[in-house]
């Protein structure tokens, strides 16, 4: 059960947020294959952590999309079907749905049905959550990778819970979120890092259904490639081994971040392309 820092034969914990006057008490909530930290204030998670097996990966079906809130907590410290109910905001999966299914059908199938709590959901635009070249792009990037070379990941992903973001019936709603990739080259740690940005597509003074058949307006989009030590101030999270594990040149690190508009794009030094 839950997250296994050890997964892949080095040590890749899970990123903690800072302590400090200001932070919330966040609570561990273990699930099959992965595990969620999840701040009762804001109501989503500040991060969760799951572990890829490329080699044991099962394709099950997705399901009836039941979403269903985490007993194990009070409902409302869990944003649940009110903020999606008659708009446009998808229930974006925090744990891609199926990033944790592999092994046996059994435990597979208890991981597949686990994605779908509301503590591993943040809203998302529906263009921003749908679209090939954004989050989903990104996700299938990183699967693909893991399946063709039946190689062991552990993926970290969260929105990024910032002091701006615009308030919706009763929470806010995150304007970024990010992903850290973290795999054992066969020497050590390696880990690299992405930002993308839904802002551009977010105005919850007019969150409302499209109209029938309509196509939602996309936007502009922007997808980062960024040091993993930006990730971590930006999240406000402690993750030293995954930053000194940084795969990033030198030469990116000091000149930022690097927008990225498709996976060809995407530098991860050692790592076959599978585009």
Request: charged residues 20%; contains cysteine.
């Amino acid at each position: 059960m839950g997250f296994d820092a050890q997964f892949l034969g080095v040590t890749a914990p899970m990123p903690r947020p800072k302590p400090g006057p200001e932070a919330s008490e966040c609570v561990d909530l273990a699930y099959v294959h992965f595990s969620v930290v999840l701040d009762p204030v804001r109501r989503f998670a500040r991060v969760t952590g799951v572990n890829v097996d490329g080699a044991a990966l099962l394709d099950l079906a997705r399901g009836g999309d039941e979403w269903r809130l985490d007993e194990r907590v009070p409902a409302d410290w869990q944003a649940g079907p009110a903020v999606y109910a008659a708009n446009d905001l998808d229930r974006g999966h925090l744990v891609r749905r199926r990033d944790p299914v592999w092994g046996e059908p059994v435990v597979a199938a208890r991981a597949n049905a686990d994605t779908f709590h509301y503590t591993n959901a943040a809203p998302q635009a529906a263009g921003f959550n749908q679209s090939k070249e954004l989050w989903l792009g990104l996700e299938d990037h990183v699967l693909a990778y893991a399946e063709t070379t039946a190689q062991r990941l552990s993926v970290f992903t969260a929105p990024v819970l910032g002091d701006d973001d615009p308030g919706y019936r009763g929470i806010r709603v995150p304007l970024q979120f990010w992903k850290v990739v973290a795999w054992n080259t066969g020497a050590a740690l390696a880990a690299t890092a992405f930002v993308l940005d839904q802002s551009p597509l977010v105005d919850t003074s007019e969150v409302r259904p499209p109209e029938p058949g309509a196509v939602p307006p996309l936007g502009p989009f922007r997808t980062f490639q960024v040091p993993v030590a930006d990730v971590a101030a930006l999240a406000g999270l402690e993750m030293p081994e995954l930053v000194a594990a940084d795969v990033l040149p030198p030469t990116a690190v000091v000149t930022g971040w690097r927008r990225i508009e498709s996976a060809e794009e995407v530098l991860l030094p050692g790592v076959p392309s599978v585009g």
